[in-house]
T-cell receptor
């Protein structure tokens, strides 16, 4: 079974700083997808960024980018120029072949300080 | 485009009572998921539907949980009878084709007393 591990329960940075959230996963599959979701206090899960395992190029979405290391099974999220609205729980998630359900990590609570 | 709709947002019941949650996915999304999120944890998949068919219900506690997705659109998740350990947030998500991108609803927070 696939597992996703987020080793940072909580992180706190100052506004405008850059922060990196860590994620490692375990799988025996070769083709899969990785995601970062944001969950603010409102509980709505919002997709931040996705990465296809067959793509070597790291995904970027505006201030959000990932460092995907397939051999190391590592998938970190970098948030540049952090903003107060980035404060939320961030979940790393894995999806295998087909329209499988997502396997989530336990999450990292990110706090952006003014 | 309307997002995934769930109701109710909050529900408080006594143990041994029944409860039901409703989900309306994004129009045209053929795959629907129910997740349970315990406090301080990531969501865990309960069941996945492809149109009307439940294709993955291996994590659904079938002694007390049931789900249906009539006509391949709306879905209902039911718990009968509820136990204290069922207190959690129940999330519904939907996706289209093989994009793997799942769109989540706001969830229902269930408290069993």
């Amino acid at each position: 079974a696939q597992t996703v591990t987020q080793s940072q329960p909580e992180m706190s940075v100052q506004e405008a700083e850059t922060v990196t959230l860590s994620c490692t996963y375990d799988t025996s599959e070769n083709n899969y997808y990785l995601f970062w979701y944001k969950q603010p206090p409102s509980r709505q899960m919002i997709l931040v960024i996705r990465q296809e395992a067959y793509k070597q190029q790291n995904a970027t979405e505006n201030r959000f980018s990932v460092n995907f290391q397939k051999a190391a099974k590592s998938f970190s999220l970098k948030i540049s120029d952090s903003q107060l609205g980035d404060t939320a729980m961030y979940f790393c998630a894995y999806s295998g072949g087909g329209a499988d359900g997502l396997t989530f990590g336990k999450g990292t609570h990110l706090i952006i300080q003014p | 485009e309307a997002g995934v709709v769930q109701s109710p947002r909050y529900k408080i019941i006594e143990k041994k009572q029944p409860v039901a949650f409703w989900c309306n996915p994004i129009s045209g999304h053929n795959t629907l998921y129910w997740y349970r999120q315990n406090l301080g944890q990531g969501p865990e998949l309960l069941i996945r539907y492809e149109n009307e068919e439940a294709v993955d219900d291996s994590q659904l506690p079938k002694d007390r949980f049931s789900a249906e997705r009539l006509k391949g659109v709306d879905s209902t998740l039911k718990i009968q009878p509820a136990e204290l350990g069922d207190s959690a947030v129940y999330l519904c998500a939907s996706s289209f084709g093989l994009t793997r991108e799942q769109y989540f609803g706001p969830g229902t927070r269930l408290t069993v007393t």
